[in-house]
């Protein structure tokens, strides 16, 4: 088993900034923070991100366009701010800009340490751009708490973000050189594309059972002993991806067929043979899934169809 601090969800996660929950509605101290040039400020256009030669550009306050005020904390004791701005108003080509799948791979290879940041960032302007009227009586609604409320005018009430859980799961069944994980195919992936599943866990049912009815949903096969892994923000739009491993106690499978295309069981040497030939790839680098299935196969991916 690869250790936890290599794991590829892990590096993304680790240089977590303080969220200076606090300040939110400290209207004089954010006012000093925006005429700070020492304030670093990521601008997003709706929901996208605009990467420049190669990398996310932040700004000062002063060159920042007027939009939404978001606080998204400090990290080494400098306040990163973003502002959402109508995409008819951000700067540049509106083909510059790209939703946030489009950067995983550089904060991979060359800015981990900003993901957090990110993530914070457009899980918010997701948010925003997702909860246009109050659902309660259909008003309009202000933004507060620099970003991270939304209060209706009309009722006044409040709305905060939301967070859907979804289980994401690497299922195995046999021992040593036989053991085997389950990888499914989704019906819109590429050929050869394949990754653990995952699903959505609904309403009055624990993560564990989720996993267990998604798997079962999905491939026909039943699950026993379901053990956590650990978790990754996914703001694409909104979730929270929680990892599981789970032992199989049946291993016939039966694809649903409408988000599945094809599941089947792969031995190390068989992942290994189609990973290095590509005629498998599975993704790499920054998701929780890639920590999943390398963590199974006891080393970094690095074939020609793990990328």
């Known amino acids: 088993m690869t250790t936890d601090r290599a794991l590829p969800h892990v590096a993304l996660s680790r240089h977590a900034h303080n969220r200076l929950g606090l300040r939110r509605t400290d209207d004089e101290w954010l006012a000093e923070v925006r005429r700070d040039p020492a304030t670093r400020v990521l601008v997003v256009s709706g929901n996208r991100l605009r990467p420049v030669d190669g990398e996310v550009r932040w700004t000062t306050p002063d060159e920042a366009p007027d939009g939404t005020l978001v606080l998204l904390g400090a990290r080494d004791e400098v306040v990163h701010l973003a502002v959402i701005v109508s995409p008819e108003d951000a700067p540049g080509d509106p083909d510059e800009w790209v939703p946030l799948r489009g950067v995983l791979g550089l904060l991979a290879d060359h800015a981990a340490d900003q993901a957090p940041l990110l993530m914070h960032a457009i899980g918010l302007a997701e948010w925003h751009h997702a909860t246009r009227c109050c659902p309660r009586c259909g008003g309009t609604l202000q933004s507060r708490a620099a970003g991270h409320e939304l209060r209706c005018t009309q009722c006044d ?20 050189d036989d053991e085997a994980i389950l990888l499914g195919r989704n019906t819109a992936w590429p050929a050869g594309r394949w990754s653990t599943l995952a699903g959505f866990c609904e309403p009055g049912e624990t993560l564990e059972d989720a996993v267990r009815r998604e798997v079962a949903e999905e491939v026909g096969v039943r699950v026993g002993e379901v053990t956590y892994f650990g978790s990754q923000p996914w703001p694409l739009p909104a979730s929270l991806m929680l990892g599981f491993t789970g032992r199989a106690l049946t291993t016939d499978i039966d694809v649903d067929g409408a988000e599945i295309e094809e599941a089947r069981w792969w031995t190390r040497a068989d992942f290994e043979r189609a ?13 929780i899934s890639s920590s999943l299935i ?9 074939g020609p169809g793990w990328a």
């Open 294 to 302: 390398e963590s199974w196969f006891g080393r970094p991916l690095d």
């Open 275 to 287: 990973g290095r030939s590509g005629e498998l790839v599975v993704p790499r680098g920054v998701s």
């Open 157 to 176: 009430r409040p709305q905060f973000p939301r967070t859907d859980p979804a289980v994401i799961m690497a299922i195995t069944h046999g021992d040593g």
